[in-house]
């Protein structure tokens, strides 16, 4: 499975990501050693994922999801609840 997920950090921002291990790529955030944006925002809470079959189309909405604005991203979180 292939993931992709938005973090809200401890400064309210969001962090959007890939990877095929959500409960790990979350720890590594939370150590410290996910990506440098995170590093200095810690700690950082998962608040949104979709999962994938495959790779391109997982690293496909993350890139979608990275051109949305913030309130927009806040529309697809909230489309969770």
């Not at 292939?2 to 890939?18: A, L, N, P, R």
């Not at 409960?23 to 050693?33: I, P, Q, S, Y």
């Amino acid at each position: 499975m292939h993931f992709v997920y938005i973090v809200k950090c401890s400064d309210e921002t969001y962090y959007t990501g890939y990877t095929n291990n959500i409960e790990k790529r979350l720890k590594a955030h939370n150590e410290g050693k996910g990506a440098k944006y995170t590093r200095a925002r810690l700690p950082v809470r998962l608040i949104y994922q979709e999962t994938y079959e495959n790779k391109s189309e997982a690293l496909k909405r993350e890139y979608a999801i990275k051109q949305l604005t913030r309130s927009k991203k806040e529309v697809l979180i909230k489309s969770l609840t």
